[in-house]
């Protein structure tokens, strides 16, 4: 059974920095391309960045300089270490395999 499982989501004030985990459980993504997402409140989904399989990472613009994108050395742990936080980042993150159609269940980040 796998299982993606956000946490780091929260609050912060324009500038501030948080870092999003996502621990993957029955699975391990060390053959995969993983990425991270967001929804806003009336948006579509959007790819934020990816990770690929050889390390290979891709932002999207408004993120670039700003976000990393990151995994552990055993492949079940993905990071989205987040600074210099704006309003229009706020959303719901997801980590996911698209590819595999595994979608973790989301956290809330809040920047005001």
């Known amino acids: 059974h796998v299982q993606l499982v956000e946490s780091g989501g929260g609050s912060v004030q324009a500038g501030g920095s948080l870092k999003l985990s996502c621990a993957a459980s029955g699975y391990n993504f060390r053959n995969c391309q993983m990425g991270w997402y967001r929804q806003a409140p009336g948006n579509e989904r959007e790819m934020v960045s990816t990770?690929?399989?050889?390390?290979?990472?891709t932002y999207t613009d408004s993120v670039k300089g700003r976000f990393t994108i990151s995994q552990d050395n055993t492949k079940v742990t993905l990071y989205l270490n987040m600074t210099s936080l704006k309003s229009e980042d706020t959303a719901v993150y997801y980590c996911?395999?698209?590819?595999?159609?595994?979608w973790g269940q989301g956290t809330q980040v809040t920047v005001s």
């Open positions: 996911a395999n698209v590819g595999l159609g595994y």
């Open positions: 990770i690929s399989k050889d390390g290979t990472t």
